[in-house]
């Protein structure tokens, strides 16, 4: 059974729904040095490269024993982050850069030291956002989705295909809305699992053509809302 790292928050009915569809989620614990709207998303403590047959896990300094055993099952090799997380922005952005296809896409003046060095084979594109894993969802090595105008117009002449959304009416309890990054995750090549149903979404039609474009499909966990929880890694 595949492994898939999830926010320790995750609904009941979502964990159900990943298991019946044959994965086994595994649940970020929370980091006590972020604030708690964020402190379990998987994407803000762990940084997964697979590139190659290498596969290598750049991770918060404090994340779970439970989790660092996960990974050394799946034959990830573990790095620790140069610094540790802090709430406080930018210290908090670390490890939440975007890898797709040949590229790094991040606020790369705050990438943590350690996951640049191993991405020194990718192109790094710089952009403002520092929240780019959480504000983008890749649902192929050459097509993503976002609402950030900033990234949107940094992909403009790369080989990626952008479906620019209009922000909100993404839930994340505690801020006022949340991303569509956080709410998803690749599950395999060509499914997209959903927390939260793309019908109850406003741009839920964009999405569902942009992913019937790319030949993805989505699968949706609980109807209801889409909701940011720092997105699905699939180990």
Avoid: W
């Amino acid at each position: 059974m595949k492994i898939v790292v999830v926010d320790y928050r995750i609904h009941p009915e979502e964990e159900a729904n990943l298991k019946v569809a044959g994965y086994r989620p595994i649940k970020c614990s929370p980091c006590k040095e972020l604030y708690s709207a964020v402190d379990g998303h998987p994407d803000m403590q762990l940084h997964l490269i697979k590139d190659l047959n290498n596969k290598i896990a750049v991770v918060q300094r404090t994340l779970s024993d439970e989790l660092r055993q996960e990974l050394i099952a799946s034959n990830y090799n573990i790095l620790n982050s140069s610094k540790n997380l802090n709430a406080k922005y930018p210290e908090d952005i670390m490890l939440n850069g975007l890898s797709i296809g040949p590229y790094f896409i991040h606020n790369t003046d705050y990438t943590d030291e350690v996951l640049k060095a191993h991405l020194s084979h990718r192109e790094f594109i710089l952009v403002r956002q520092g929240y780019t894993g959480c504000s983008c969802s890749a649902i192929s090595p050459t097509a993503l989705m976002t609402s950030d105008i900033g990234i949107a117009k940094a992909l403009q002449h790369k080989a990626i295909d952008v479906l620019l959304l209009p922000p909100g009416d993404i839930l994340l309890p505690g801020l006022n809305y949340g991303f569509i990054g956080g709410c998803c995750g690749l599950l395999e090549e060509n499914f997209l699992a959903f927390y939260g149903d793309l019908n109850y979404y406003k741009n839920g039609d964009l999405v569902m053509k942009f992913l019937k474009t790319h030949k993805v499909e989505p699968i949706f966990l609980r109807k209801g809302p889409l909701v940011d929880r720092g997105g699905i890694l699939l180990l």
